[in-house]
DNA sequence: TTGCTAAATGATATCGACTTTCAATTTCAT
DNA sequence: ATGAAATTGAAAGTCGATATCATTTAGCAA
């Protein structure tokens, strides 16, 4: 084997998953409620038509619980504790589902699986990531979002949404 | 089907592929040469012990000539047009090596296709990337790098790399 | 409550993008 | 030129994501 295949939490890339710290401008924790996530996503299955299953609400439950970047792997993982007869298929899409309702976001970060996060409800955030002990630090600053908007609108571009990721060394590693 | 799956130029996603241009902080377009890129491969081999063939020349010169974000699927098509037996397997390979050579860098923009952007000569850049019509344009921004490794400083981290990319709708798609 | 019908589920198959394997070929130091 | 070591191309293997399909369930209507 040339490379070896990154398949569970135990053998992550040093940037992929880790506990999460949340930090507003003023470096001031924040926490994150579940409650009104569950009401979202039955007013967003209602609007659709769709149906209210023990699966569904299981699922949702479990990743709005959970406190990392989590893989459809290790949710699936989780969710077989109390469920064991749950399939990856439904939780593949339960968590497509709670993308397309914007209570769950996909990200990429290069090991060839995609990661789920929460959807934070104090509005957009940036991620600092440890290349050694794998810590995600999640941060916002408003200084350097108006930044990309002047930046976009003098080249005549109208930005949506963004994407910004820094990599370095914590302080229990540099 | 359920979601069609993309494979290649003629259906990309409104995000991963197109021209490249560049602007640096005060929007003058920039070039690059590709010369030097292959001094700097028989560098890199030789260093490594290893051989200068045929293909990996005429891979990596088709990769330096790219303007755009190419996926290994697009680039074997380009290589086989003046190599018709050159394999899938040998462009893969000499893009680990490029990358690994600090010639290539890799990068996902969701589409579940890697992509291979040039390094730039003069320094790192950024992305825009219009929604609708793929156009990606790369830009820098010295500011917003210096903001960046001020708030990673204050939250007690090193910044190595980064990457920032703002997804939006440029001047003819607005 | 019961029955019905569309939606959801879970097991399995398939897909597609890599990634590895291996026999044949090529490089390059001697 | 020669042989050891690296490289190549074809094909097989891997793995996460996605689709298929028979069975089960949710939720409305009678």
Redesign the interface.
Known sequence: METPKIKNTDNLPPFAAGARVR?NKN?KMTKQRTETKMELLANCLEKRGLKSTKQRHYIADTFFRSNTHISLEELHKKVKRKSPRAGYATVYRTMKLLTECGLAI?R?F?DGQTRFENVPEDGHHDH?I??KCSEI?E?Q?E??EQ??DK??T??????????????????NC?
């Open positions: 930090y470096q996909e990429q290069g600092l440890c290349l630090v941060f600053n200084t350097i930044l990309q930046t976009a003098e080249l005549g571009f109208n930005v949506v949404r963004h994407k910004l990721e820094l990599y370095g060394y914590c302080k540099k």
